[in-house]
């Protein structure tokens, strides 16, 4: 009888175990974890500068500007690239660059640039490739392409003689006078919130423009040009330089803001420029639908006894 006893509880105990067992709930599975792959994204950024090592200034038909690829390069000039590269929480490893499907430089740390002496090259046209890659456990890569001309010579129609006033004007500025905007924009309607305001490649020049506050002194050629306000709706801009309220240089048709750049020089010698004397450059926005902004002006001091030619 004991052991009977014996068995019949041990039963029950466990019968209790594997109710207890039976009525506890699932754990949750484990999230799975899920891995973040990071793909380089690359932007190719070049300029040109001559063989004097001054940027090539083109004329175009919406002003001055910079190089871009729609323009051709003279041969001799330098092409330099700038490879900006994006990866994310990646590092970067490595940039290779190609010129025509050839290895140009493989590049592993900053200043991440590469420049080509276009001396060198034939006529025509040339590709530039950029291939970057992630020093990730899995690597990533992605490649940017850019394209460009170089002529022997560059036509005429590209070469900036830089911004000439007519000489019969009176060289004193009024700095309370209504500036007139060029011609083409007369007719435009107003848009206040085509807000500009202008800015130069030169340092010193830059901070006087970007705090408006001073006359800025044009001793050696200085290349400026406008861009956007913050919530800006403008796209373009238009400028005129006035003397005694009358403009004596002026665009003819809409400039590409960050793009097109206006080339300030005083005249010597030889060569175009604007007459020594105080005037007052100003510059319009220009939104997608043609509307102008407020004029911004800027006082400027042409000339000295600095004055040099470009």
């Known amino acids: 009888m004991v052991t009977s006893r014996m068995s019949y509880r041990s039963l029950t105990a466990i019968s209790a175990i594997a109710i207890l067992m039976s009525a506890a709930p699932p754990r949750p599975a484990a999230a ?38 729609t323009l051709p390069v003279q041969r001799g000039d330098k092409l330099t690239i700038n ?21 140009l430089t ?17 006529s025509g046209a040339h590709l530039i490739e950029a291939w970057a890659e992630t020093a990730a456990d899995k690597p990533q890569s992605a490649t940017k392409s ?3 001309t170089v002529l022997d010579e560059l036509p005429a129609a590209y070469r900036l003689a830089g911004a000439q006033e007519q000489m019969d004007q009176v060289p004193v500025d009024t700095a309370n006078f209504v500036p007139t905007p060029p011609a083409f ?3 435009a309607g107003s848009d206040p919130s085509a807000t500009v305001r202008l800015r130069s490649s030169d340092p010193a020049a ?34 005129a330089i006035f003397r ?19 080339k300030l020089e005083a005249k010597s010698s030889g060569r175009p ?9 100003v510059v319009w926005g220009i939104d997608g639908a043609g509307k102008v902004g407020e004029p911004v002006r800027q006082q400027i001091q042409i000339g000295g006894a600095e004055a040099q030619a470009n």
């Open 185 to 187: 924009l007369v007719a």
């Open 273 to 281: 420029g604007l007459r020594q004397g105080p005037a007052t450059l």
């Open 32 to 69: 799975a974890k899920t891995k973040v792959v990071y793909i380089p994204a690359i932007t190719l950024m070049a300029n040109v500068t001559r063989p004097d090592g001054q940027p090539r200034v083109y004329s175009t038909s919406a002003g001055p500007a910079y190089w871009n690829e």
């Open 244 to 262: 005694d309220g009358v403009p004596v240089v002026s665009s003819t048709a809409p400039g590409q803001l960050q793009n097109q750049r206006l």
């Open 146 to 148: 850019l394209s460009f």
């Open 206 to 239: 830059d901070r006087l423009l970007i705090s408006h506050d001073g006359v800025l002194s044009i001793t050696r050629p200085v290349l400026v040009w406008a861009e956007g306000q913050p919530n800006s709706t403008a796209v373009q801009f238009a400028y």
């Open 106 to 122: 493989e590049i592993s740390s900053s200043p991440w640039t590469t420049a080509i002496d276009t001396a060198k090259l034939t």
């Open 83 to 103: 490879v900006a590269v994006a990866t994310g929480g990646a590092d970067l490893k490595r940039v290779v660059v190609r010129l025509d499907n050839a290895k």
